[in-house]
């Protein structure tokens, strides 16, 4: 069992940054590879980003590439996700999840933990 609780989101205006965790517990952190997604009001859940268990490789949705990058601290059990040059069209609740496999995975269905979300809400 992991546990996933995600923090740094809030109120950012246009262009702005913004930075969010995502602290997990329970079973070894670095055996599994992680992602973030958010879910917009009205559609579907969406993949962000992956990372690899080591963090050596990474999978972005072309929508925040170039903008945002996820890395991890395997030894503060912690995943991040640096958004810069947000945008109204990245809020969305965002989420952080877990899954065994080694390398990023962007299927939603890969992935068996999932975090709580934190709200990020950009104003234009």
């Known amino acids: 069992q992991v546990q996933l609780v995600e923090s740094g989101g809030g109120l950012v205006q246009a262009g702005g940054s913004l930075r969010l965790s995502c602290a997990a517990s329970g079973r070894t952190f670095s055996s599994y590879a992680m992602g973030w997604f958010r879910q917009a009001p009205g559609k579907e859940r969406e993949f962000v980003a992956a990372?690899?268990?080591?963090?050596?490789?990474?999978n972005y949705a072309d929508s925040v590439k170039g903008r945002f990058t996820i890395s991890r601290d395997n030894a503060k059990n912690t995943l991040y996700l640096q958004m810069n040059s947000l945008k109204p069209e990245d809020t969305a609740v965002y989420y952080c999840?877990?899954?065994?496999?080694?390398?990023?995975?962007?299927?939603?269905?890969?992935?068996?933990?999932w975090g709580q979300g934190t709200q990020v809400t950009v104003s234009s």
């Open positions: 999840a877990a899954t065994p496999n080694i390398f990023p995975v962007v299927r939603s269905t890969a992935y068996v933990y």
């Open positions: 990372i690899s268990r080591s963090g050596g490789s990474t």
